[in-house]
Nanobody, 121 residues
Framework: VQLQASGGGLVQAGGSLRLSCAAS????????VGWFRQAPGKEREFVAA????????YYEDSVRGRFTISKDSAKNTVYLQMNSLTGDDAAVYYC???????????????WGQGTEVTVSS
């Protein structure tokens, strides 16, 4: 499956953005779709993930309560609504898909290209 991430951009601190991850075909219900981010000089880190079949979401502690992951099955698309953004959220965001839920990037088999989020103070 090919993934296409979009929706990044420049936002002021405290603002919001919604990222989209569109899949090239139907995502099987057993799959996990996740968002990761990578800031300059840092390792890629887990942000959030969703079980495609159940819609159950998982979040990294620093984004829980501010970010919401959701899906639109008809569009084969996963969204990441990001609110109350801070400078620590600035990074290139990647979406990925895999069979098992995990917070490590190596667990995911399919990756989209990144979309950059810049937060101005």
């Amino acid at each position: 499956v090919q993934l296409q991430a979009s929706g990044g951009g420049l936002v002021q601190a405290g603002g919001s953005l919604r990222l989209s991850c569109a899949a090239s075909r139907r995502i099987f219900s057993s799959y996990i779709v996740g968002w990761f981010r990578q800031a300059p000089g840092k390792e890629r880190e887990f942000v959030a993930a969703i079980r495609w079949g159940s819609g159950i979401g998982y979040y990294e502690d620093s984004v829980r309560g501010r970010f919401t992951i959701s899906k639109d099955s008809a569009k084969n698309t996963v969204y990441l609504q990001m609110n109350s953004l801070t400078g620590d959220d600035a990074a290139v965001y990647y979406c990925a898909a895999g069979i098992h839920y995990d917070t490590t990037p190596k667990a995911y088999d399919y990756w989209g290209q990144g979309t950059e989020v810049t937060v101005s103070s």
